[in-house]
């Protein structure tokens, strides 16, 4: 059994592209051109360049000495915090652009609830001299105006989404929107392992370069490639993705997801998808999400933006239904503790999704002899006004 997709975009009974009639001439244009595209010699080449002299890759896999000794196991940090624009986002969006300009495109969507994906977004248009729009719901603007400010520096427009809840899911509709009308010149650049098919599989292999780095890193530093366990957080799960993936076939090693319990899973002010989630459709593809009795989408929660989204992509989906994958909630609180702790235990203040991962430590116990890798998704320093507020710093 495999845990990768299939010819037909599933991840068991995950997956697929339920995506409304005027779409299907994009998605299939990319289904067809991506895998053939990006296995050309000078797609990889170039995308091995703009990794390595612009994103900094590979990025370090650190081990975490003062942590290790204090949970009486090996730790190591694989360190995407130190990607440019401070997480592991553009990994994605620097592929993505490179497959948009190979299909002959020259306008790029993108839509964004934090910012985050604007951003990555933003800088690879910036980079490539492509135009950008970045759709965001009109609240989300309101709450993060650092990363608007950062898109608009950038050179992409910022447009808000006015309808609904105005947040994640109204921008989404308004890309989908913007998309269906301009079908010939404009790209679409997805941000995490969701949508409709071939988005997940696409997101993965780009973000699959962090657990191909673990392993030629483990085997220099430990002798052996496969570490016992690799605990990332799970928002959309793309970084989960990339730090899973070369592991998956690999059944030695043990794979612990980490989802955002907000204020507790049974709190109705959550994020546990695999907890609170049933089976349904969410942006083109069949996962899990949160949703009521009668398929309304259910609002998540979490105090970390990244982590706030009401599905997660297929791949995880189906390593929660095979139990390939053993997922665990962690919740606001014990996240925040976690942002101080690894701050103050190895000098890294990590993003908020990130912390999520490392509070693994105190629900589960170790060997000493494990080797316990965590995907350290991102940087800190656009948490920087939610620590103030929750620690009164
Ligand atoms: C966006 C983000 C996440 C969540 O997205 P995934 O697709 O689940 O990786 C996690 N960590 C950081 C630092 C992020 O910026």
Excluded at 284 to 295: A, V
């Amino acid at each position: 059994m495999s845990y990768n997709v299939n010819e037909k975009g599933y991840y068991g009974e995950f997956g697929g592209a339920y995506i409304p009639e005027m779409l299907y001439p994009n998605v299939e244009e990319l289904r067809q051109q991506y895998l053939k595209i990006t296995a050309e010699p000078e797609f990889q080449e170039e995308f091995d360049a703009l990794l390595k002299d612009y994103v900094g890759r590979p990025t370090p896999l650190y081990f975490a000495a003062r942590l290790s000794e204090k949970y009486n196991t090996k730790v190591y940090l694989k360190r995407e915090d130190l990607c440019h624009t401070g997480a592991h986002k553009v990994n994605n969006t620097i592929g993505q652009i490179l497959l948009a300009k190979r299909l002959g495109k020259t306008r790029i969507i993108a839509e964004t609830g934090a910012g985050q994906h604007g951003v990555a977004t933003a800088t690879v248009c910036a980079l490539m001299g492509l135009e950008c729009i970045v759709y965001m719901g009109e609240i989300d603007i309101k709450r993060q105006a650092p990363n608007v400010a950062r898109m608009k520096m950038l050179g992409a427009e910022v447009r808000p989404a006015l309808s609904g809840s105005k947040t994640l899911k109204d921008a989404t509709n308004e890309a989908i929107r913007d998309w269906i009308n301009n079908p010939v010149d404009t790209y679409y650049i997805i941000g995490s392992v969701v949508g409709p098919h071939p988005y997940p599989d696409m997101v993965a292999r780009f973000q699959s370069v962090i657990s191909k780095e673990i392993k030629e890193q483990l085997l220099e530093k430990e002798g052996r490639e496969n570490p016992d366990y690799v605990i990332a957080c799970v928002g959309g799960g793309s970084n989960a993705a990339g730090a899973f993936y070369h592991f998956l076939d690999d059944l030695d090693v043990n794979i612990i997801a980490v989802e955002a319990a907000g204020l507790g899973v049974d709190s109705g002010e959550s994020a546990a998808t695999s907890a609170l989630g049933k089976i349904g459709v969410i942006h083109g593809s069949k996962t899990l999400l949160m949703q009521s009795l009668d398929g309304q989408i259910t609002e998540p929660y979490s105090i970390s933006a990244g982590l706030d989204y009401p599905g997660v992509g297929p791949m995880h989906a189906n390593l929660f239904a095979t139990g390939r994958a053993e997922f665990i909630s962690i919740t606001d609180d014990q996240a925040m503790q976690w942002g101080i702790k690894l701050s103050q235990l190895e000098g890294l203040i990590p993003a908020i999704e990130s912390a999520h991962a490392f509070a693994v430590l105190d629900e589960k116990k170790f060997k000493p002899t494990d080797i316990v890798v965590f995907n350290l998704s991102g940087r800190g320093d656009k948490d920087l006004n939610t620590y103030i507020d929750y620690f009164k710093l």
